[in-house]
């Protein structure tokens, strides 16, 4: 049986695609990352809650530098760590020209928020060709999970479209990756993710 996801959860399963994918080098302690590994989330929307498992299937080459293509419940991915920015060329229905900014690591991040870039292009989806902007900020926070705290870097995408703003906020955990996310859509949060596990792929013998 094929899931169908609503269009808020598809942009949601777009940018997880995103951000769960490092290259390798200085900055993969913000996301650990090899062939075959498989990060499992509980996503929850207003109406339902499942599980969006996300899969790292091979290395490719992304804007000319050493990238990875995912595959998650919608499609492929492609992302790539570039002069310390991890950045987004496609994703999954979706590609960024040029391509767009998700994570800079930086060791003198402060609780409070800063902006760490910026960006303008264009997004194409479904076919549609649209004018776009985003801003990247970022800071320390404590993630309060309930039965533990942890120390994250809190990553806040704010994509501006014609049709409005779509904000991503999404918390790594040094040595684990992404451990939480969630959208909102001109405000309003749409879904949110919380990671459940981490696994290997099982190969065929």
Known sequence: MTRRYSA????????????VATGCGANDAMMPLK???IWTYRARTVFERHTVPIRVTRAITVDGTSGFELAGPLGVSRIAWKSNRLIAES??????????????PSSDLKDAPRQ??????R???????RPSSA?????????????????TVLAIVNLRL????????????????????????????????????????????
Do not use: C
């Open 35 to 37: 062939k075959d590994h």
């Open 162 to 205: 014609p049709t409005g703003v779509l904000e991503i906020k999404s918390w790594y955990q040094a040595g684990v990756g992404l451990v939480q996310q969630e959208q909102r859509t001109n405000g309003k949060r749409i879904i949110q993710l919380v990671l459940v596990g981490q696994s290997e792929a099982k190969r065929e013998s």
């Open 91 to 104: 994703m999954v229905n979706a590609r960024f020209v040029p391509p767009i900014p998700l994570l800079i």
């Open 8 to 19: 808020p959860v598809k942009w949601l399963l777009l940018l997880v695609g995103a951000v």
């Open 135 to 151: 801003t990247l900020t970022e800071q320390k926070e404590t993630l309060d999970l309930g039965t533990r705290k942890i120390q």
């Open 116 to 121: 760490v870039a910026s960006w303008h292009g």
């Open 123 to 129: 997004t194409y989806s479904l076919g549609i060709e």
